[in-house]
Nanobody, 123 residues
Framework: QVTLVESGGGLVQAGGSLRLSCVAS????????MGWFRQAPEKEREFVGG???????YYTDSVKGRFTISRDNAENTVYLQLNRLKPEDTDVYYC?????????????????WGQGTQVTVSS
């Protein structure tokens, strides 16, 4: 069992930045590919980006060049740096852990989920 707790969300003006953190506890964090997803009310949860066991990162097109994922295995933490935020980035952001061999971009690739943190970007 892995427990994930996100933090760092909040209200920011368009063009601003936030850094989200996700702290893992339970099984060894370094064994999991990690992902970030986001979800708006009454919409499907969508993939934002992920980071593999080796540290390779990958992103959905809409956030490339603006968002950066990193991980600190010693601190059992994965980060999502959000820069140049836009109002359409307003969502609840979730981190997730995956035990699959190949990092995935689908919700069903991930075994464990955090509770989410709200990001609101004002225009």
């Amino acid at each position: 069992q892995v427990t994930l707790v996100e933090s760092g969300g909040g209200l920011v003006q368009a063009g601003g930045s936030l850094r989200l953190s996700c702290v893992a506890s339970g099984r060894p964090f370094s064994r999991y590919n990690m992902g970030w997803f986001r979800q708006a009310p009454e919409k499907e949860r969508e993939f934002v980006g992920g980071i593999s066991l080796s540290g390779t990162t990958y992103y959905t097109d809409s956030v490339k060049g603006r968002f950066t994922i990193s991980r600190d295995n010693a601190e059992n933490t994965v980060y999502l740096q959000l820069n140049r935020l836009k109002p359409e980035d307003t969502d609840v952001y979730y981190c997730a852990a995956s035990s699959t061999v190949v990092p995935g971009m689908r919700t069903y690739d991930y075994n464990y989920w955090g509770q989410g943190t709200q990001v609101t970007v004002s225009s």
